[in-house]
C-alpha cells in the first residue's frame, strides 16, 4: 500500500496564502500540493484554497507529520482531531511545558501517517484495513478541501490517526502493513519503570510472538521513546493477524493501556 514516505505537514490556509507561496514556503511545487488535496474538479474548483481549510503538504525527509497551530488550536481541539489524549500529544512534543498554551505558527508532532489513496479504495474499505471507525478517520481529514464522504480519489493523501491510548504510542509498523521477524517496533510510551509488553497473533488464533518486553528510554510520568525487532515465536498460520501493545497492573495484572492493530504477514 502506498504510504507516502516523506515529510508531511497539516496545514491551516491563513488570508494571502496562495499555491505557490505555500509551495516556496514548504519547499514543495504546487502540483503535489493540488494532487495530494484533490483540488480539481469535481471536488473544487482548479487549485482553489480559502482560509480556514486544511492542505496537506509534503517534501523530503523522514515519515514525520507535524501540525501547524493556527489561531485559536488547542491541544485538546488536536486531540479530539487525531483521536488521541492531550497527554500524549504533550508528551511527544516535550517543547510543550503547558499543555494550555501552544503559540500559532509552533509545528507540533502529531500521531498521523499518510496514506494515498489508490484506485478502487473506499473510505469505508480504509477504515476497515486500518482498523479505526470511518468516523476518526473523517475527524483526521476535517476541513480538507478535496474530501467528499462519497468519493475519494487516487493520489490524495489521506491523514490517517497512528494507534494510541492514553500512555502508548505506536508509529512502526503502520497498520496493515507486512510484518516479519526483525520488523521495528517503534513508539513512545508512559509506563512505570520504562516497561511495556507487546504480542502478536494470527487471524487463525495461533499466537506468533508469545508476551515479551520492551523497555522504553524514560520512566513515567516522562514519555520515552521505544524500538525493537520483533520476534517470532510461531510462523504464521495465515496471512492476517494484530500486534498488542500494552501494559499490565502491578495489583491484579490486568491488561492497562492497550493499543492493538491490524497487521500483515508474508
Given at each position: ?85 492531550v497527554d500524549l500529544l504533550q508528551g511527544i512534543n516535550p517543547q510543550v511545558a503547558n499543555p494550555m498554551f ?55 493523501y489521506l491523514a490517517v490517526p497512528l494507534p494510541s491510548s492514553v500512555n502508548i504510542l505506536v508509529t512502526s ?55 525493537i525487532p520483533v520476534k517470532f515465536d510461531s510462523s504464521p498460520a495465515s496471512a492476517e493477524g494484530e500486534i ?23
Open positions: 500500500m502506498p504510504f507516502v514516505d516523506q515529510t508531511h505537514f497539516l496545514y491551516t490556509i491563513q488570508p494571502g496564502d496562495t499555491l505557490y507561496t505555500l509551495a516556496n514556503r514548504f519547499g514543495t511545487d504546487v502540483s503535489l500540493i493540488v494532487s495530494a488535496n484533490a483540488l480539481y474538479p469535481p471536488i473544487t474548483d482548479p487549485g482553489l484554497i480559502y482560509p480556514g481549510q486544511v492542505l496537506v503538504l509534503t517534501r523530503p525527509g523522514l515519515h514525520k507529520t507535524y501540525q501547524m497551530v493556527s489561531q485559536g488550536d488547542t491541544l485538546y481541539s488536536f486531540a479530539q482531531r487525531y483521536s488521541a489524549s501552544i503559540y500559532p505558527n509552533q509545528f507540533l508532532n502529531v500521531p498521523v501517517f499518510i496514506y494515498e489513496v489508490e484506485s478502487g479504495d473506499t473510505l469505508n474499505s480504509l477504515s476497515r484495513r486500518f482498523g479505526i471507525s470511518l468516523s476518526a478517520l473523517l475527524n483526521a481529514n476535517k476541513y480538507r478541501p478535496g474530501l467528499s464522504p462519497d468519493v475519494i480519489y487516487p493520489g490524495f509498523p503502520f497498520p496493515s502493513t507486512i510484518v516479519q521477524e526483525g520488523s521495528p517496533l517503534s513508539g513512545f510510551a508512559r509506563a512505570y519503570e520504562g516497561g511495556i509488553l507487546y504480542r502478536i497473533t494470527d487471524s487463525s488464533g495461533r499466537v506468533v510472538t508469545e508476551e515479551a518486553p520492551i523497555q522504553a528510554s524514560a520512566a513515567g510520568p516522562l514519555y520515552g521513546t521505544f524500538s498488542f501493545v500494552y501494559t499490565r497492573s502491578a495489583n491484579d495484572g490486568s491488561v492497562q493501556d492497550l493499543v492493538k492493530f491490524p497487521v500483515r504477514f508474508r
